[in-house]
């Protein structure tokens, strides 16, 4: 008969896979770290599009808290702020940050907030959030905001600057929102 500590463990663990499995069920996205060369590249891109003083950056299905930790750290004076919906990787990525004070990460659903204040925006979600979210950026973004994707691109959108991973890593794409139509 199993001892009660490792009934409870047991218990605790598959509960924990239960909710990333249903939250990976009702957004269609897993919660999937960014690897350290793709932070780079989107570090890269925000760079390139020469950020106001003070920015305000959001990383959209935040995850873990690996893009919200690095953007922190490459962009010290910009405000970086990370919404996730599913609770695991939501607590796990504020442990994460618990000493970077230009880091704020918020438990929602991003497609119900207002991201009009964004001066960039960087997303690494999957296919079937991107119309969804192409429409909602459409209507709170200024002309011009940079947004860079990792992997998953906004189709008929044209991108204004491309890196294109080695191997099976995919492409992080720049976009000046609205984008061109292509």
Known sequence: MADPVSLLLLLAAVLLAGSVLTYQFITGVPPMPLRADEAADVIALLREADLPPGAVIYDLGSGWGSLV?????????AQIRGIELSPLPYWFSRLRTRG???????RADFFRCD??????????LMIKPMPRLAVQLDRQLRNGTPVVAVTFSFHRRQ?????QGRGLRGRVALYYWPGKES
């Open 159 to 163: 991108a204004g600057r491309v890196l």
């Open 115 to 124: 991201l009009s204040d964004a001066d960039a925006l960087a997303c690494y």
């Open 69 to 77: 930790v690095a953007l922190a750290h490459a962009f010290p004076q």
């Open 100 to 106: 970077l004070a230009n880091v704020r990460l918020r």
